[in-house]
C-alpha cells in the first residue's frame, strides 16, 4: 500500500529565515504530486505540482520554490521567510496518469512564521 | 475562475442524518470530490462525482447535479467521529499550461456532532 510523509510535523521560524519541507511517497512510482498551504479559514492553497522528476509548474507567484530530486520526493523551500508564508503545509499525491484526480494528503507540517 | 459555496458551519445529533450543500460556479466542469478533515489533520479522500446522480459508499452518500451546479453530501447515523469540515472540491475542463485541470477547493464546512 501507499504512504506518504511529510516533516517535520510542527515548524516556528523566524521571518527571513529559510525553509525546507520535505515529503516523499511510498509504494508507489513516478506519482503526480502537490504542495498546499491551507491558511486559517481559508481553503487549500495549490502551490506546486509535479508529474516528474524535475518537472515542477508553480500556482503561485511568491517566495516559495518547490523541487523533486528524486521521483518519490517533494521538497517545499524558501529563502527568506514571510509572516504570511504561515499556514498548514500540505503535500499530496496522485495515480500516475491520472493528474487531477482523487489525491492522497500526507499529515501535513504546521508552520508558524514569527 | 472557479467558485465554491458551502455553509461554514452545522451542527447534528448523534445517529441522526445531515445533508452537507456544495454550490459551485466554474468555466467548464470535469468532476466534484468530497473531502473529510478532522481538525489539525489532512483531508481524506471520501467521493468523485462526475455524472449526475447519488452515490451511495456506506453510510456516505454524495449527489451531483451539473445543470444546477449542484452537489451535496449525505452522512447517515451520524457518529461522534464525523465531526470534522468537508471540503467541497472542483475540477475544471480547463488545464493550466502544465497540462493540470487545478483542483479547486472550498473553505469547508465544519460539522459538529452533538450527544
Known amino acids: 500500500s501507499q504512504t506518504i510523509h511529510q516533516w517535520p510535523a510542527t515548524l516556528v521560524q523566524p521571518v527571513g529565515s529559510p525553509l525546507s519541507l520535505e515529503c516523499t511517497v511510498e509504494g508507489t512510482s513516478n506519482p503526480n504530486l502537490y504542495w498546499y498551504r491551507q491558511a486559517a479559514g481559508r481553503g487549500l492553497q495549490l502551490l506546486f505540482y509535479?508529474?516528474?522528476?524535475?518537472?515542477i509548474s508553480s500556482e503561485v507567484p511568491q517566495n516559495l520554490s518547490a523541487s523533486r530530486p528524486q521521483d518519490r520526493q517533494f521538497i517545499l523551500s524558501s529563502k527568506k521567510l514571510l509572516l504570511s508564508d504561515s499556514g498548514f503545509y500540505l503535500c499530496a499525491w496522485s495515480v500516475p496518469g491520472q493528474l487531477g484526480y482523487e489525491q492522497y494528503f500526507g499529515p501535513g507540517t504546521r508552520l508558524t512564521v514569527t | 475562475g472557479q467558485n465554491i459555496d458551502q455553509p461554514t458551519e452545522m451542527t447534528a445529533t448523534e445517529g441522526a442524518i445531515v445533508q452537507i450543500n456544495c454550490t459551485y460556479q466554474?468555466?467548464?466542469?470535469?468532476?466534484l470530490f468530497w473531502y473529510q478533515q478532522h481538525a489539525g489533520e489532512a483531508p481524506t479522500f471520501l467521493s468523485y462525482n462526475v455524472l449526475d446522480g447519488l452515490e451511495e459508499k456506506g453510510r456516505f452518500s454524495s449527489f451531483l447535479s451539473r445543470s444546477k451546479g449542484y452537489s451535496y453530501l449525505l452522512l447517515k447515523e451520524l457518529q461522534m467521529k464525523d465531526s470534522a469540515s468537508y471540503l467541497c472540491?472542483?475540477?475544471?475542463?480547463?488545464?493550466?499550461?502544465?497540462?493540470?485541470?487545478?483542483?479547486?477547493f472550498g473553505i469547508g464546512t465544519k460539522l459538529q456532532v452533538i450527544p
Open positions: 472540491a472542483v475540477r475544471p475542463l480547463v488545464r493550466l499550461s502544465g497540462g493540470y485541470q487545478k483542483v479547486t
Open positions: 509535479s508529474v516528474g522528476i524535475g518537472q
Open positions: 466554474t468555466s467548464g466542469f470535469n468532476g
